[in-house]
């Protein structure tokens, strides 16, 4: 599985924004698709994710109420709208596939086999 993250950049707090992650491989229907983001000098922190299959997603307490995960299936992408941004969201925004993971687990980051590059969001007030 491959990916590939984009649509970072400058925006001013109380924007919105939308990450695309697109996935490519021989066959990625028993993965989730996860979303996570690392501040300057902090440790990489779970936004949230959506299972391939199904589309159910689970979000971080962060992303509650001001993030959207969905996807596109003809299009093989994985998308992270985000509204009412904040300064403290501010970082770099990596997408991951982790296969066949249960809820439980989907916050932790050990637990997926494959990452994209990061795209930076720069909050601005």
């Known amino acids: 599985v491959q990916l590939q993250a984009s649509g970072g950049g400058l925006v001013q707090a109380g924007g919105s924004l939308r990450l695309s992650c697109a996935v490519s491989?021989?066959?990625?229907?028993?993965?989730?698709m996860g979303w996570f983001r690392q501040p300057p000098g902090k440790e990489r922190e779970f936004v949230g994710a959506?299972?391939?299959?199904?589309?159910?997603?689970t979000y971080g307490d962060a992303a509650k109420g001001r993030f959207r995960i969905f996807k596109d299936t003809a299009k093989n992408a994985v998308y992270l709208q985000m509204a009412s941004l904040k300064v403290e969201d501010t970082a770099a925004y990596y997408c991951?596939?982790?296969?066949?993971?249960?809820?439980?687990?989907?916050?932790?980051?050990?637990?997926?086999?494959?990452w994209g590059q990061g795209t930076l969001v720069t909050v601005s007030s």
């Open positions: 959506i299972k391939w299959n199904g589309g159910s997603t």
């Open positions: 491989g021989p066959t990625f229907n028993s993965y989730v």
């Open positions: 991951a596939a982790g296969r066949g993971l249960i809820t439980s687990v989907m916050s932790n980051p050990d637990k997926y086999n494959y």
